[in-house]
């Protein structure tokens, strides 16, 4: 097979007798038209093919190198002054070269006479328009994440020193100059006496008046000055402004004190003092809303499932539980207005003394109110009387299990208040940490620091600084969720489920792609058959993923995730009759035990000679078996009394199994990948050579002993090739994805630490339908594409690693063979 | 084994195995096997269970319950009209005195009856029933009109309500109560369901005779009645409707009275009909002759259109029907021929620009006539009932037979009505009544519908077409699977067209002229291609090369030649180069490419301005666009340069080449390379004006390639209308997906034949490229192929990047600059959507088969071929 391109004689030949002239050994047989037959274009084309085939993968890799590795870079922050007098700050994302369009002389007509000079210079100059792509942010303020600005039409442009590029949870980038940096304590006043019922006006008063006195025995820290913070209404919203004491106008709510510290450079110092602790506490919160209450929460709807499980067996009147479900509702009602009245009264007598006007009118109100409820609550309750005459009560198992689950309900409840205090007292420290910023045009916004997720000084940093900037987000884009509709945050759900669905995939399909490659090499009697089956696995490994995808959705979600859910009613079939099921059942067994005999009987000791009796007994034995399998897969499909595993999370119409998720998204891919492995498998297996068997064989050692000890360590390596060859590319595979598990935003990740940790119902997200969902589903499209070529980036990382591991196992296999040849 | 048995050595074996062994061993066979098997088996489910899914789509309506019980009107009688309500629990019929009785529909007991004429009012001689909504006109024997609405309406009782003798009801079970009937719904409502009835009687609608025939068609604005009076006379009145401030009643008000000619001494029209919005109105006779008005903006009524509903045979109508959209017009005749007729846009007409074409004709099944139709208030199933007592059950698009269902009672059936949720049919005969209950199964779909062109309401002729969802109502499922086919052949086409050539010719230089050092290099890196997930390709394509692509089109269609070219001058100046040198660099061959493509690049991006200014007008984008604008040379002269150029070289070879290589056998070499480069210049100008020539030639007859040469309804031209997202860009970007795959397996096929063969050739003194072109890729031929094929079923089956890139428009168009919609790329946006067990969800399934079965068949081929061609490479 080598393939050494020696200097052929011919060459040799040509050359001398070309370069030194036909004169000097006029001995050589002339050659004729040698040139020609070199075929140099045609050898040029195909090695043009070749380079560009090169080029094009290399150029591609390169693309995505590039562009991934350059978005999270910190750019500087230019304001830009146009000749209309816009002013904006931000960051420049790209640029492009544009024509003047058909309306151009309009456009010009339009444009300030500055800009439209400019304009029509850069016109006469013979070259394209110019224009940036300027990132500007603030979008509660401008309704805008990036404006064009053409290059005529700046009048200014700089870089300010303190330029402050703020990433926040919401709304995207900020890009402003940091004024004052604060820290609040909280005036309940207002919002107390606005529980009371009082009006705005005495809210109002009551707040200053309480501000004012704490002002007073205040002790301010060193350099910090005292502020307020009131609530504006703007825009039909309340927004929070820092005001310094005098100038509190009186529509303003004072809602707490401040210790400020302004300046550009004082508000900056203590922002990056304090920004870690208030992010601490918005950590602590996230945990609290994402572990603990999730536990709560599971423990409501398994207290619910439980009950609809006893619903489903008892079978309560649907009218009586509608009413029911009315009557409950209405207690609730009742119960949350009169403990609303009772606080009520609390306060107003707090305020006004016992058995002043206001506290006697406020007791009036708890009467009315409980009076006006009960009577609602009344007439549920004689409706539900009516309907137990007309359809009759629930079982008493059934009421039971109600009675259960309410008090369930009701402690977790309890729990749930708890947790929730918490953290409302969390959200009371977080809001104590404020930062003001002000934009170019003007604008001043007072954003928590909690809310914060990242902020620098863009045009201050050096090289360090922006390296620290670029590693902390990719560090976020690692390991934290997504935000902004997936186009900020990072991609830690999308990994762990690439991750999850990956293994799981790997488990379901190696030992059995091995079991098959096994049974087909060393098992099974070469013939047409064995070919066929083996031409047919070929075929199928270059099936579209998609028909896989199809084939996933109709047979496991629906079909066996259907009957696992719901029993074999829910996926259309009718049961057979208890009876008819349980005589099938004895048959089975009979058939099997049959089977197992004539398969005993029909064993032959090595060496002796297989009589015709024998060999039919085997052929019975084979022919029952299948028989009896296929007996048994009628009664799975058939069994009477089946309902399925969660029947009460179906009567929800909420299936489990039965709609698209992890489990079923493996299995899909375990499918698709299964001709890989077997073939990858069986080429390693054939390529051990069969002196190593016999010899084996010939030490005495059985069958399963020459394939364990000496067949599976040789092939070993090769079977880990195909592995990781399948392995990689179900990992980037996404077409079938999107039809049975992936998901733009789980709502959950599938493996936490709740039992039973790996959520195999859940669906996932998963970083090739991320991309996807990135690229083209985005609302931000423009600031969701750095973050593609980040994921993509990260995606093929993760399949070429698996990819060299699978080049790194050949050459290794190719090392041992070499040793290993007899 | 037999201790006692001896051995060839004289010593027996002492030692015997463990049980254990045994024991382990036949464990592990049948692990081994059923698990295998098993595998095998459950890989191969997955063909077997698409075609499951796929099965009752080609099934028929299930009929699962049929009753019939003597009829709850007097014996005798045939109702006019019967109709049933959603649930299936009330009926109600029509009776010739104006009479309308409701009754019980699981038991035929009569309810209620009253009479939609008032006492001393004149007798109902003319009914028109809408194909759907509540609205009858009755024409009267004074020429008067009524507009009578028989509704159902459904109420839920509070359970305080009911009263004592319905409380033991259980749920399921129904009793009548009052006028209507109580059903307990499973969440334990009450639901009552009552038939509503008001007669109005509508100002200036009347004639001066009796109206003998009636029709109307009801808008939210408005109504239009058409009248045939005793006298002959055909009037048409639109009547507005208009609230009344003060109360809140809606009253009809005629705004527009027309009368009609009809033309003289050919008797009555028995039939009168006005289609949706009032646009046309038909007269039609027994005969099967009808005439068309067009009522739109017409200051005089003139007859559009006189049209044969009974083109066949001396037939006689029997009864004609409006299907849902009151568009469509269902014809049966005495024969039992039932077809569909509708107006579309025909500019042949010159009254008004419309025709009427006869869409379908059904094969009913039955021969003897037709005596009654009834159409679904919600598809296009529609009812028809024979005189023999029979009735059966259609669908329209489709021409599908969904059921024929026959009594024992052979009388002809009078009167039907589709139940609302196409779940039920009543019929009506003389002898009583038929209730059945019935599943229509998957009736939008058959072989006809999913392959054949079919002639869709609205559009001007057959089509294919595929358009599974839309908003609006009375709209039909289109599920053609061409249009998807087309696409899927024109992705791979485009994409094969880009790909296979570089791939093979790679593979060639790999196998047969590369450095092996290198090649281990170079054959890893391009097989890393294959294993690039879909998506990011699809991500790059669409977000990355669209827009390029889109902003240099000419320097990107110029790429394709000044490539090629550039390569090519490159081999001839490398030829022209000192022997000395060239030798010595033969192995850096590659690295001298590098820049001569660049060059090609460059060469494409300078003349690409140029060629834009010169050929395409300016604006190569709007070029395209509109016809209109500049000539077609420059896309005539694009097109035809690639054969121009394989003309041209075809021509050289056969004279100059073959002189050359002739006289040129005693010339220096650098005199013959200097010739031959001179040789290829000339052919290249040569080719350029060639195909400038035959472009202009085409060009002054009229040709034009952006005018679509249609073929059976596809546009065959491979250039037209610019898209952003089009198959040019995905042909691109999916070379990137079958360019590993064909270089791969075409390298190894290469690899594989012996070398004995090359040594054998290189001994007979033939230079390198000749003992590849002449040796190794005849003998690897077939191993090529199936490279190729393997190539191509992968481009079939790709979907993330058609999915991302092509636009997903499915077109019946080969144009390069347009999108298209694939098999897996609708399966991909439509099947999260469908509804399970819907007909659409069964139709993607059977595209997944049809992509399944195509895939399967090429690469099927491929393997057979690549087997052979071991056999054969193991056999020299």
């Known amino acids: ?822 | 084994m037999n201790p006692e048995q001896e051995s060839f050595t004289g010593r027996t074996r002492k030692r015997t195995t463990r049980p254990v062994v045994h024991l382990i061993d036949s464990l592990a066979k049948s692990v081994i096997t059923i698990g295998g098997i098993g595998t095998i088996v459950a890989v191969s489910t997955v063909a077997l269970f698409l075609v499951v899914v796929i099965w009752p789509l080609f099934k028929g309506a299930e009929v699962s319950d049929a009753s019939c019980y003597k009829s709850p009107w007097p014996g005798g009688v045939e109702p006019v009209q019967v109709g049933i309500d959603e649930y299936q629990v009330l009926g109600w019929a029509l009776l010739p005195g104006g009479r309308v009785i409701t009754f019980d529909a699981s038991s035929g007991k009569v309810i209620t009856a009253r009479s939609l004429a008032e006492k001393g009012d004149a007798t109902i001689t003319a009914v028109s029933v809408p194909p759907a909504g509540p609205e009858m006109v009755l024409g009267m024997s004074d020429g008067s009109v009524r507009l009578a609405r028989l509704q159902f309406k459904t109420s839920f009782m509070e359970v305080e309500d009911v009263p004592e003798e319905l409380a033991e009801l259980k749920i399921g079970e129904k009793s009548r109560l009052g006028e209507g009937i109580a059903e307990v719904t499973p969440l334990g409502q009450f639901r009552v369901q009552k038939l509503e009835i008001s007669v109005e009687k509508p100002s200036g609608v009347s004639m001066d005779s009796a109206i003998v025939a009636a029709g109307h068609t009801v808008s939210d604005r408005d109504v239009v009645f058409a009248m045939l009076g005793k006298n002959g006379k055909l009037r048409v009145v639109r009547s507005e409707k208009r609230e009344n401030m003060l109360t809140g009643k809606e009253s009809l008000v005629p705004v527009k009275t027309m009368d009609l000619p009809l033309p003289p001494g050919e008797g009555l029209p028995r039939w009168v009909r006005v289609s949706e919005l009032g646009v046309h109105v038909f007269a039609v006779w027994e005969s099967g002759r009808a005439l068309r008005f067009n009522m739109r903006d017409v200051k005089e009524a003139r007859v559009a259109e006189e049209l044969d509903l009974t083109p066949e045979g001396d037939a006689r109508l029997t009864a004609l029907h409006f299907m849902i959209g009151e568009t469509t017009l269902i014809s049966g005749d005495s024969t039992g021929t039932v077809r569909a007729w509708f107006p579309f846009r025909n500019m042949d007409n010159v009254v008004d620009g419309w025709g009427t074409a006869m869409a379908h004709r059904f094969r009913t099944g039955r021969k003897s006539a037709v005596t009654s139709l009834a159409s679904s208030p919600r598809s296009r199933i529609f009812a028809c009932g024979f005189a023999d007592g029979s009735t059966g059950l259609y669908f329209m698009t489709s021409e599908k037979r969904l059921a024929l269902l026959d009594t024992e009672a052979r009388q002809p059936v009078v009167s039907l009505a589709v139940a609302p949720k196409d779940n039920g049919l009543v019929a009506a005969s003389k002898a009583g009544l038929c209730r059945y209950d019935f599943d229509p199964g998957h009736p939008e779909a058959t072989f006809r519908s999913l392959f054949l062109k079919i002639w869709y309401e609205g559009y001007d002729g057959a089509t294919w077409k595929w358009q599974s969802s839309s908003g609006f109502k009375g709209y039909e499922m289109k599920l053609s699977l061409i249009p998807l086919i087309l696409g899927t052949i024109k992705a791979t086409i485009y994409s094969l067209l880009l790909g296979a050539p570089l791939a093979l010719l790679a593979a060639i230089f790999s196998s047969e002229l590369l450095d092996p050092k290198v090649r281990a290099r170079v054959k890893p890196t391009i097989e890393l291609m294959a294993s690039l997930p879909s998506v990011v390709l699809g991500f790059v394509a669409a977000l990355v090369f669209a827009p390029i692509v889109q902003h240099a089109l000419p320097s990107t269609l110029m790429a394709f030649f000044t490539i090629p070219f550039a390569i090519l001058a490159g081999a001839y100046v490398w030829q022209a180069l000192p022997r000395k040198f060239t030798l010595r660099m033969d192995r850096l061959r590659l690295l001298f490419i590098l820049p001569v493509i660049a060059l090609g690049s460059g060469m494409a991006l300078l003349l690409g301005p140029v060629v834009e200014s010169v050929f395409f007008a300016g604006n190569t984008l709007e070029w395209l666009s509109d016809p209109a604008v500049g000539s077609p040379l420059g896309a005539w002269a694009l097109l035809l340069l690639p054969l121009s150029a394989l003309a041209v070289a075809i021509v050289i070879s056969r004279t100059i080449g073959s002189w050359m290589r002739s006289a040129g056998a005693g010339w220096p070499r650098g005199k013959y390379a200097l010739l031959d480069a001179a040789k290829f210049l000339g052919g290249a100008v040569g080719a350029v004006v060639l195909a400038l020539v035959i472009g202009s030639l085409l060009s002054a007859m009229g040709f034009d390639p952006r005018t679509p040469w249609a073929l059976g309804g596809v546009a065959l031209s491979p250039i037209g209308t610019y898209v952003q997202r089009n198959a040019l860009v995905v042909g691109f970007v999916m070379g990137f997906l079958i360019i590993p795959i064909i270089y791969t397996i075409s390298e190894d096929a290469l690899s594989a034949v012996p070398d004995h063969l090359r040594s054998a050739s290189l001994g007979a003194g033939a230079t390198r490229w000749q003992t590849a072109v002449r040796i190794v890729v005849p003998t690897a031929m077939s191993g090529l192929f199936s490279a190729l094929m393997i190539g191509l079923g992968r481009a079939v089956g790709e979907t993330m990047v058609v999915l991302m890139a092509a636009g997903n428009t499915p077109v019946l168009e080969m144009n390069v600059f347009n999108g298209f919609r694939t098999l897996s790329a609708n399966i991909a946006t439509e099947l999260p959507e469908a509804v399970r067990d819907s007909t659409h969800y069964r139709t993607l399934f059977l595209a997944a088969l049809t992509l399944f079965a195509m895939t399967f068949v090429i690469n099927t081929a491929a393997e057979l071929v690549r087997l052979r061609f071991r056999k054969k490479a193991l056999e020299l």
């Open chain 1, 1 to 822: 097979m080598t393939q050494e391109p020696r200097p052929l004689r011919s060459d040799g030949d040509a050359s001398t007798g070309d370069g030194a002239g036909p004169g000097t050994r006029p001995k050589r047989r002339k050659r004729r038209a040698a040139l020609a037959a070199y075929g140099e274009p045609m050898v040029w084309l195909t090695g043009g093919a070749l380079i560009i085939c090169l080029v094009m993968i290399l150029g591609l890799l390169g693309l995505i190198l590039w562009q991934g590795s350059i978005t999270f870079w910190p750019h500087a922050v230019t304001r830009v002054v146009t000749h209309d007098g816009r002013q904006m700050m931000g960051e420049v994302t790209r640029d492009e070269k544009f024509e003047p369009g058909e309306d151009w002389d309009q456009k010009l007509d339009d444009m300030p006479a500055a800009a439209a000079t400019e304009a029509r210079k850069a016109v006469e100059s013979g070259s394209k328009l110019h224009r940036d792509l300027i990132r500007v942010g603030n979008f509660e303020l401008t309704n805008k994440h990036f404006v064009w600005i053409e290059e005529y039409s700046v009048k200014e442009q700089n870089l300010p020193q303190w330029a402050v590029v703020v990433e926040r949870l919401e709304w995207g980038r900020f890009y402003g100059m940091p004024e004052a940096c604060a820290y609040v304590h909280p005036v309940e006043a207002g919002r107390v006496a606005a529980r009371r019922g009082e009006s705005r006006e005495v809210c109002r008063r009551e707040a200053r008046a309480e501000a004012e006195r704490e002002a007073a025995g205040l002790k301010l820290s060193p350099g910090a000055a005292l502020e307020y913070v009131v609530e504006r209404r703007e825009g039909g919203e309340n927004v929070p402004h820092l005001v310094r004491p005098g100038e509190v106008k009186p529509e303003d709510l004072v809602v707490g004190l401040a210790e400020t510290w302004r300046g550009r450079e004082a508000a900056w110092k203590c922002f990056d003092s304090r920004h870690s602790s208030a992010r601490a506490l918005w950590h602590k919160r996230r945990g609290l809303e994402k572990v603990d209450v999730g536990k709560v929460n599971a423990i409501i709807e398994h207290a619910r499932l439980s009950l609809k499980e006893v619903e489903l067996d008892e079978k309560p009147p649907a009218a009586w539980l509608n009413v029911y479900g009315l009557l409950k509702r209405a207690r609730e009602t009742e119960a949350n207005a009169v403990a609303e009245a009772n606080e009520r009264l609390r306060l107003v007598t707090e305020r006004y003394g016992k058995g002043s006007e206001q506290a006697r009118a406020a007791a009036r109100q708890v009467e009315e109110t409980s009076r006006t409820f009960k009577a609602e609550t009344g007439k549920f309750s004689r409706k539900l009387a009516k309907v137990e005459r007309a359809f009759g009560r629930p079982s008493d198992r059934y009421l039971r299990a109600q009675k259960e689950t309410e008090s369930t309900e009701a402690r977790a409840r309890g729990d749930f208040r708890k947790i929730m205090a918490e953290i409302a007292a969390l959200d009371g420290q977080m809001e104590q940490y404020r930062l003001e910023m002000s934009t170019v045009d003007g604008h001043t916004k007072l954003m928590g620091l909690a809310d914060v997720v990242r902020a620098y000084p863009a045009n201050q940093l050096g090289f360090f600084g922006k390296v620290g900037v670029y590693f902390s987000r990719w560090y976020e884009f690692l390991l934290d969720a997504p935000r902004e509709a997936n186009s900020e945050g990072g991609v830690w759900p999308a990994i762990i489920g690439t991750v999850t669905m990956t293994l799981i995939m790997s488990i379901a399909v190696v030992p059995f792609g091995v079991l098959a490659a096994l049974y087909l090499r060393e098992y099974a009697k070469a013939g047409a058959v064995v070919s066929t089956v083996r031409i047919a696995i070929n075929n199928l490994a270059g099936v579209p993923s998609i028909v896989f995808g199809v084939f996933g959705l109709g047979f496991f979600c629906y079909l066996v995730g259907g009957y696992i859910d719901g029993g074999p009613r829910n996926i259309g079939v009718a049961p057979w009759p208890p009876l008819y099921w349980w005589l099938a059942l004895i048959a089975a067994v009979i058939i099997a035990v049959g089977a197992f005999f004539a398969g005993m009987m029909g064993r032959t000791r090595p060496g002796t000679e297989v009589t015709p009796a024998k060999k039919m007994l085997r052929t019975g034995s084979v022919v029952l078996w299948l028989v009896m399998t296929a007996v048994a897969l009628l009664l799975v499909v058939y069994a009477p009394h089946f309902h399925g595993l969660y029947r009460a999370e179906l009567a929800d119409n909420n299936p489990t199994l039965g709609t698209d998720g992890l489990l079923w998204a493996s299995l899909t891919l375990a499918l698709l990948t299964a001709p890989v492995v077997i073939v990858a498998t069986e080429e390693a297996l054939a390529a051990v050579p069969n002196s190593m068997r016999e010899g084996s064989y010939a030490c005495g050692a059985s069958k399963w002993q020459t394939i364990k000890r000496i067949v599976l360590p040789r092939a070993m390596p090769g079977i880990m090739t195909g592995m990781v060859l399948a392995i990689a590319r179900g990992a980037g595979e996404v077409a079938p994805l999107m039809l049975v598990g992936a998901e733009k935003l789980a709502p959950a990740l599938p493996v936490d630490g709740q039992f039973p940790f790996v959520h195999l119902d859940r669906t996932f997200m998963h970083l090739g339908f991320h991309i996807y969902d990135l690229g083209f589903q985005s609302p931000n499209a423009e600031a969701a594409k750095p973050m593609v070529f980040s994921t993509t980036l990260l995606l093929i990382a993760i399949v070429a690693t698996l990819n060299v591991a699978a080049v790194w196992l050949r050459k290794r296999l190719r090392r041992k063979f070499a040793s290993s040849q007899f």
